[in-house]
Structure formats: structure tokens, C-alpha cells
């Protein structure tokens, strides 16, 4: 049987799944210990951003989609986009952090 355990520290939450795929952003990602007779195995997935926006954006381009809004909607969506932009650069290590490891 193939399990798989997905934790979380800053939830204390832990779950098992058998024999599926689970997409888990990385930023909720950690490895917990495991026992001297067990092995653990992993691999990374990424998908472009780009997909998630078309999706978010009805399954339409960007560009349609903003030509879809008001003018008050557009400016919400720039400002959150901003805001999106700016968490994730701050989830690079920056020089000092990488130096200081």
C-alpha cells in the first residue's frame, strides 16, 4: 500500500492519502521525521501562473477579461495583482539569508 502524509507546522495539522496526487502549495509544505526503516520519496511540479489567471479570469485572456470591467473593478484587480506580485518576491531568500546558511 502507498500512503502519503501531508503536514503542516504552522496548522498542526497532518492527513494521509493512499494512493493519490495532492497539489499542496509550497509555502504550507514541511517534512516530518520518519522512522530508521522508512524511505521517503518526493517530486515537484510546477505550473505557470498563467493557467490559474485564465481560469480565474472566467476562460478568457487577460485582455478581454479587463475590457470586461468597470473602471472601479479594473483598479481592484491591479491593486490585488500588486499586492499578489508583491508576497510572492517576498518568499525569495534574499543574499544575506542565503549567505547566512
Known sequence: ?????VGTSSCGIASSFWNS?????SFFHS?????PNEHRYSFTQYTAGGLF????????????????????ERARERAEAKARWSVGVGLFSTLDELRAM
Request: glycine share 8%; charged share 25%.
Open 1 to 5: 500500500m502507498t500512503t502519503g502524509r
Open 21 to 25: 496526487h495532492r497539489a499542496v502549495p
Open 31 to 35: 517534512n516530518i521525521p520518519i522512522g
Open 53 to 72: 489567471r485564465w481560469i480565474e479570469h472566467g476562460f478568457q485572456s487577460e485582455e478581454a477579461y479587463f475590457e470586461s470591467l468597470s473602471p472601479e
